[in-house]
């Protein structure tokens, strides 16, 4: 007799704070309003999933190249528009301040308070040679497939 | 008997010409398609829905620093490739007319004469220190839970 | 007595590899597990679909513009991200093969092996000035009607 919940499946491809804001605001109004809810991290969106401080792994020079060349998690991530060099992002955490919005990192908690299924792809965490020690502990390694049997249920799907 | 219309929610977070014009297209489409549609603007995609003529507002800083920064309307906003300091756009624009096709401040009002949903986004109009002033009449603001409530029953969902 | 096919629709609009890498990945994917699947080609994302070599055709001005200065085919195109004038290309490319994962233009041909249905926007085909002689053989045209028939039957919809 009990209804099946309904399902919201966001790929976070991109690695801009602002995107990154959306997906999770999507995701947490989404967890309130009883969906089940995952986020699979592809690509640039990795990068949110990252520790900020260094941690020291062995790496090939390549895999090297783009540990340094990415941002180290939500809070070091650029704006999509208006980047200006850092600048950007920096005005927008003010003003987030000042409207008494959540920073990303926040959005980010308050996910995992709510159990929202945080997926990191494997596929392209191999690709820029990512390491399991570099990112948040308590998220899932998974692939398309995993993904597809998620979204195929799925009442809110977005690529963001 | 009667059956329940179809649905397409699109979130329009680009500020692009491009990626808006995308939006706008296949939301008109859709609404020829008998579908109830609404554009949910967010971020960098509320610049579609400003007023192309400076409002009197008074603002803080930050918030005049936006202002200034963002296209003000449709047609003032940049292609999301080979912009090329504005010349990317005057091409397109050249082109759009060459096929007869609709530039995008025309597929916004054919949208308006089609009853499609225009929605700001509450949250980053106060983020970017927009006013009500400064954005087109006729529009709703809401937020996250307003958009789920129509992304939930849709068909059709895109993130652009 | 037949259960219909899952359907899965992929809008193509942006020009990077590393997006279409994405699109290419999932709709693969979806092929595989018997869904119907359909990327519609639009904007930028066209390029995906550009033979290789140059095609002599006779064009205007703008279109030739267009055409030289738009990626050709697949292989040539720049990263969303990190594109450091092609040398990101070259360091994803690198780490694809060191990971035995499959280079863009090998995930198109599977897709066309698994009967994936690609199209070109008829629209986007005539702004950007290209012709069917410059686009790959065994692909469809179409507009917004048919996207929409396709999408408001799918199961996952993504807008890339």
New interface residues.
């Given amino acids: 007799m009990s209804e099946q919940k309904?399902k919201?499946n966001i790929?976070l491809?991109s690695?801009d704070y602002?995107?990154a804001m959306?997906a999770y605001?999507?995701a947490n109004?989404?967890a309130a309003?009883d969906?089940d809810v995952t986020i699979f991290h592809?690509?640039?969106g990795l990068n949110a999933l990252r520790k900020d401080q260094q941690v020291p792994v062995k790496k090939g020079f390549?895999?090297k190249?783009?540990g340094k060349?990415?941002p180290r998690g939500a809070d070091k991530m650029g704006l999509?528009?208006?980047n200006f060099a850092g600048i950007g992002p920096k005005?927008?955490k003010?003003?987030?301040k000042k409207?008494n919005?959540m920073p990303l990192p926040q959005l980010i908690e308050m996910a995992k308070e709510q159990d929202i299924k945080l997926v990191a792809c494997q596929?392209t965490v191999?690709?820029?040679?990512l390491s399991k020690e570099e990112l948040m502990d308590g998220i899932e390694y998974a692939?398309?497939?995993a993904?597809?049997a998620d979204?195929?249920?799925?009442?809110?799907?977005?690529?963001?």
Avoid at 151 to 160: D, Q, T, W
Wanted: proline letters at 0%; hydrophobic letters at 55%; a negative charge.
């Fill in positions: 309904k919201t790929i491809f690695g602002d995107k959306a605001i999507i109004g989404a309003y969906h592809t690509f640039w390549l895999e190249m783009f060349m990415m999509s528009k208006m005005m927008i003010h003003v987030i409207h919005a596929m191999d690709l820029l040679g692939g398309v497939a993904y597809l979204a195929e249920e799925g009442n809110v799907n977005l690529f963001i």
